[in-house]
Structures are given as structure tokens and as C-alpha cells.
């Protein structure tokens, strides 16, 4: 699985949980589409930066909101973004530059993906954040000394596994209700 860092400071709006939520979203989506990243044993590293982050190819008159560099696994965004809706876009978008190249040319491309993917993507990274610290208490309890953790000559089954009936819904088309 791939680690994702994130460094310097996140905007008030949005946790350091919910980067890393949305970018693991992100990579998910396109890894299950055959869309991986280059060097996914390396990790991904975010950076969040008030730095510039120069002029932007494509609209010269404006500058860059954030930066990916694929063979690196990394991108910086701007700090400076004023709200999450924006933040989260910015996210989404350089995280799709880390899983796939169309070329040189490929903002279209990207954009696109980014615009079409976010609702999949906002689903995993909802889902992800929420209960963090609950699902990180579960598996402290695995370690050695703790309540889950036994001795090979105790080990056993633990039948609670077969009481939550839970699974997926199928790869049906859903309706959304208005």
C-alpha cells in the first residue's frame, strides 16, 4: 500500500486525515482502472506550500494552483486556496497526474477525469476519514500485549467476523434520489 506524507500546513478548512482520504480515494479509483502510480513502493509526498508555484503552461496570465511530478510521486499545492470544494479539486487533479500521463499534452484529459471521477472519489475519502481514530484503536489492540493479539498455542477463529452481514451492492448503475 502506498504511504502517503503530507507536508506543511493544511489550510483550516481541511485535516491532514482528509488529504490523505482524498488522495488514497484518488489513487484507488485509478489504480482499480489499470491506472497506477509510477513508484507506488515509494510512497506519495504532498507538499502544501505558499510558495509560487510559477505560471501556469496553458493560461500564462495565471499561475499554477498545484504541481505533480510523476516520476518523483509527489506534487505541491497552494496553500492559499480559499475553500474546500477548490482544495479537494486541486487534490484530485494532481493526484490523477501521478497515476497516468497522456502525453504532454493531457490537462484536458485530466481535468475531465477529474470532474467525472470526483463523486467515486469523495465517496472513498468520506468513508476513509470518517472513524479514523476509531479504526486506529482496532488495530492498536493487535499488538503484542493488547486485547486481539494471542500466542500461537491460543490462536483461534474469532466468530464476530460472520455476524455483520455486510457486502457490496454490485456494479449496477445506481439512481440517485432527488
Not at 507538499?47 to 496553458?58: A, D, E, V
Request: aromatic letters at 8%; proline letters at 2%; charged letters at 25%.
Amino acid at each position: 500500500m502506498t504511504e502517503i506524507t503530507v507536508n506543511g500546513k493544511c489550510p483550516n478548512f481541511i485535516k491532514k486525515e482528509e488529504v490523505r482520504a482524498i488522495v488514497l480515494g484518488a489513487i484507488t479509483v485509478m489504480a482499480y482502472h489499470g491506472y497506477h502510480l509510477k513508484r507506488p513502493q515509494e510512497g506519495v509526498t504532498v507538499g502544501i506550500t505558499k510558495k509560487s508555484l510559477g505560471k501556469n503552461k496553458l493560461n500564462p496570465e495565471s499561475y499554477n494552483a498545484g504541481v505533480a511530478w510523476r516520476g518523483l510521486g509527489m506534487f505541491k499545492i497552494k496553500g492559499t486556496i480559499k475553500n474546500k470544494p477548490s482544495f479537494t479539486t486541486i487534490l484530485i487533479h494532481e493526484t490523477i497526474h501521478l497515476c497516468a500521463s497522456w502525453g504532454d499534452s493531457d490537462e484536458f484529459i485530466v481535468s475531465t477525469l477529474t470532474d467525472r471521477l470526483k463523486d467515486s472519489i469523495v465517496n472513498i475519502a468520506d468513508e476513509l476519514a470518517s472513524n479514523t481514530y476509531k479504526r486506529a484503536a482496532y488495530l492498536a489492540h493487535s499488538r503484542k500485549g493488547m486485547a486481539y493479539y494471542r500466542t500461537e498455542k491460543d490462536d483461534c477463529y474469532n466468530d464476530e467476523q460472520w455476524q455483520n452481514k455486510k457486502t457490496t451492492s454490485g456494479n449496477k448503475i445506481r439512481k440517485e434520489v432527488k
